[in-house]
């Protein structure tokens, strides 16, 4: 079954770092997403890409959030200057797909980024 | 700004039992509603999605149902088992969006 691939796994950076989130989304899908749960809390939107732009964005993801689609097949999200309440599993999501389950969330196992 | 509650947050059962989740939202002006399972450490599985124009969903044990006017949604699991130990998640998305907006989740615990 396709799925969502998302590397690495867990992070580890310094305070105002550069770091640069990779996800593989599904491969006919055509809406991506990134969203955050930092531990004990809700999952939270960030971000949706469709037709190389953003459709959608929170108040969280703020001038230090950026995301890219550099090829056809990778989606990354990058966070200029890395704080501490950065600190989050980060999530890559998929939907599209030219099934009937088109409006479903396909969500990836995660990067676990620990901001020190 | 939509809000979505779970009740209850954490529930154990014993193997064999029925049980119901409750989700509810404060805006009714939903595109749909998806619920998920996530089991410690890992990421978000989709169980079942219901669009707002439909009434429920169903997939093996699980079925979903859906009242768009009164806010609520419940996930009914029949005859439980310990592998449906998992902490399970609802989200809506809004009209004319695609962002979820999540709960806190229910954690259930089967015993065998």
């Known amino acids: 079954e396709p799925e969502v691939t998302q590397t690495p796994s867990h992070q580890v950076t310094q305070m105002g770092q550069e770091v640069i989130l990779r996800c593989v989304p599904i491969s006919n899908h055509l809406y991506f997403y990134w969203y955050r749960q930092i531990l004990g809390q809700k999952v939270e939107f960030l971000v949706s890409f469709y037709n190389n732009e953003i459709s959608e964005k929170s108040e969280i993801f703020d001038d230090q959030f950026s995301v890219e689609r550099p090829d056809g097949s990778n989606f990354t999200l990058k966070i200029r200057s890395t704080k501490l309440e950065d600190s989050a599993m980060y999530f890559c999501?998929?939907?599209?797909?030219?099934?009937?389950?088109?409006?479903?969330?396909?969500f990836g196992a995660g990067t676990r980024l620990s901001v020190l | 700004k939509q809000e979505v509650t779970q009740i209850p947050a954490a529930l154990s059962v014993p193997e064999g039992e029925n049980l119901v989740l409750n989700c509810s939202f404060t805006?009714?002006?939903?595109?749909?509603l998806q619920w998920f399972r996530q089991d410690p450490g890992k990421g978000l599985t989709s169980l079942l999605l219901i669009q707002s124009s439909q009434r429920e969903q169903t997939s093996g044990r699980l079925n979903a149902s859906l009242d768009k006017s009164s806010g609520r949604s419940t996930l009914y699991i029949a005859a439980s088992q310990p592998g449906d130990s998992a902490t399970y998640l609802c989200?809506?998305?809004?009209?004319?969006?695609?962002?979820?907006?999540f709960g806190s989740g229910t954690r259930l615990q089967v015993q065998p």
């Open positions: 989200a809506v998305s809004d009209e004319g969006r695609r962002a979820l907006t």
């Open positions: 999501a998929s939907s599209g797909g030219r099934d009937l389950a088109k409006n479903i969330q396909y």
């Open positions: 805006d009714s002006a939903i595109y749909n």
